[in-house]
């Protein structure tokens, strides 16, 4: 287990979040040892949504965006699903997370939509990224390098910032938020 005393915060809203892209880095990341919170805005269900229409697993959060600590996490990671983005992208709390973590110099991953809040967290300007693609003309605007690949990680600005497009490319985003925890406990 590469990542053992690693903790990762995952932020997600109650409602909307596609069901892979909040699965499969847990999955992955639990696999490599990191421990993974999943943080919500109410501590209710999380009814993750598939294809942004179907429903989805349920899952239980483990804290709110209220109470999540940013220092006690390595790293943050936001899944995306347009609904969920969309929500998050307009919560101050999240985006006061997102600005801790990179203020830190601690990894920022997001998926999807998920950039979106990225975007409303100051993170963007300067830095390469991706996202799905409707949300190339706003992260552009914001002063990002938009890039169409499934994983784009951007060193540069202080923090790693690691970003991927949609479901198809969980593979490589998860290894590369996994790469990137690992350089920070080698």
């Not at 936001?78 to 983005?85: D, E, H, S």
Request: glycine residues 8%; negative net charge.
């Amino acid at each position: 287990m590469t990542l053992d005393g690693t903790t990762v915060l995952v932020l997600t809203s109650n409602y909307g979040t596609e069901q892979d892209e909040l699965m499969h880095p847990m999955a992955v990341l639990r696999e490599a040892g990191a421990r993974v919170t999943v943080a919500a805005p109410r501590d209710e269900p999380v009814l993750t949504l598939i294809s942004d229409r179907r429903p989805g697993t349920v899952v239980e959060p483990d804290t709110t965006l209220a109470e999540a600590s940013p220092d006690a996490y390595d790293a943050v990671v936001v899944p995306g699903g347009t609904l969920n983005a969309d929500r998050l992208r307009t919560n101050h709390r999240a985006q006061r997370l997102i600005a801790a973590f990179a203020e830190d110099g601690r990894p920022v991953a997001a998926i999807c939509h998920g950039p979106w809040l990225l975007l409303e967290s100051g993170v963007v300007k300067g830095r390469e990224i991706t996202s799905y693609p409707s949300l190339r003309t706003d992260l552009e605007n914001a002063g990002g390098h938009w890039q169409d690949r499934e994983v784009v990680v951007d060193t540069t600005g202080g923090h790693p910032l690691i970003t991927s497009r949609r479901p198809a490319d969980l593979d490589a985003f998860s290894k590369a938020i996994v790469q990137a925890l690992e350089g920070r406990t080698a």
